[in-house]
């Protein structure tokens, strides 16, 4: 049983965080080559099929060759939970470790992060008719009174979950509609562990104002690499609005405004680029309380070294 297994005997699982624009693609590719590895994409945007230049997706030639796993699996349409991304993580984890492999978890994703290692409550399934009931209340009083009431429901989840996030506020509702209990308080009950051992490693930045400076440099190169023309072509699929997350994701919710006429392009670019920030501040301060992960310098040479010391 899992239980009596001495952590060494089981099976090893890398992973690798950090924020945004800290190298983590290009460190996780040079590792996956020095210990035949494969990598498993941690990135609620990198799942989304047409959204390559503004998530910054690896291209053949970045990926060097190496397997690459959880990218382009989803059309922007569609949700993709925090539950989906745990059970396609391990049917990923299970077919390289057969093959003999190396699994190397990466991103900036926390959400999926925590599910996978630390486990996810038994959250009840979504129900029509009680999101139809709430997203009546949204309609009627507003997004904002309906975080006030969660807010007043689960204090945490208030606080965690931003207010202009319909799909987490409707779900959060939504639980506690179905349950009678709160999303803090169900995802307080943990299963059991994952009969892994997961090596931990997160990409930090020394210092705050280098990090800014590369998020600049590769919007900037996002832009010049055909962003607005990505959008563009997203913006002609009936299916997709500013309500979905992957249009909510992290630049692609300026340039889709910007395209519509409300900002100026310096305005979007300002925008993006402060959003950006944004997030990475949000990674950081998560990863700050993140436990059982060995801190590594972004851009330092010596991580593949001090990544090396704890593989078996």
């Not at 989906?84 to 470790?97: G, N, Q, V, Y």
């Not at 402060?274 to 040479?301: H, M, N, Y």
């Given at each position: 049983m899992l239980q009596t297994q001495h952590k060494s005997e089981l099976p090893q699982i890398i992973t690798i965080m950090g924020p945004t624009a800290s190298g983590k693609t290009g460190l996780a590719i040079e590792l996956a080559k020095k210990i035949d590895g494969e990598i498993i994409s941690v990135d609620s945007a990198l799942i989304y099929r047409g959204m390559d230049i503004g998530t910054a997706k690896p291209g053949v030639e970045e990926q060097a060759g190496i397997k690459h796993?959880?990218?382009?699996?989803?059309?922007?349409?569609?949700?993709?939970?925090?539950?989906?991304?745990?059970?396609?993580?391990?049917?990923?984890?299970?077919?390289?470790?057969?093959?003999g492999k190396v699994p190397i978890l990466v991103g900036g994703t926390m959400m999926y992060f925590n599910g996978l290692i630390k486990g996810l409550s038994s959250l009840p399934n979504s129900d029509e008719k009680t999101r139809s009931q709430i997203q009546l209340f949204i309609e009627q009083h507003g997004l904002q009174a309906a975080h006030e009431k969660l807010s007043e429901i689960d204090p945490q989840s208030g606080k965690r979950i931003h207010e202009n996030d319909p799909q987490r506020i409707i779900r959060a509702l939504e639980v506690y509609a179905l349950t009678s209990k709160t999303m803090t308080a169900l995802q307080d009950i943990k299963p059991e562990p994952l009969p892994y051992e997961f090596t931990q490693f997160s990409l930090m930045p020394t210092d705050r104002a280098l990090l800014h400076e590369r998020i600049v440099l590769r919007f900037d190169l996002m832009l010049q690499n055909n962003f607005e023309q990505e959008v563009i072509k997203l913006r002609t699929n009936k299916h997709?609005?500013?309500?979905?997350?992957?249009?909510?994701?992290?630049?692609?919710?300026?340039?889709?405004?910007?395209?519509?006429?409300?900002?100026?392009?310096?305005?979007?670019?300002?925008?993006?680029?402060?959003?950006?920030?944004?997030?990475?501040?949000?990674?950081?301060?998560?990863?700050?309380?993140?436990?059982?992960?060995?801190?590594?310098?972004?851009?330092?040479?010596?991580?593949?070294?001090?990544?090396?010391?704890?593989?078996?």
């Open positions: 796993w959880l990218i382009d699996i989803v059309d922007p349409h569609n949700a993709y939970s925090v539950a989906e991304f745990c059970r396609d993580s391990r049917i990923c984890i299970e077919d390289i470790l057969q093959r997709l609005n500013l309500n979905l997350p992957a249009i909510r994701s992290v630049g692609y919710r300026q340039m889709w405004q910007y395209l519509g006429g409300e900002y100026t392009f310096d305005e979007m670019r300002e925008k993006s680029i402060i959003a950006t920030r944004q997030l990475a501040k949000r990674q950081i301060t998560w990863l700050r309380g993140w436990d059982g992960a060995t801190s590594l310098e972004t851009g330092s040479t010596e991580n593949i070294e001090n990544i090396l010391q704890y593989i078996r």
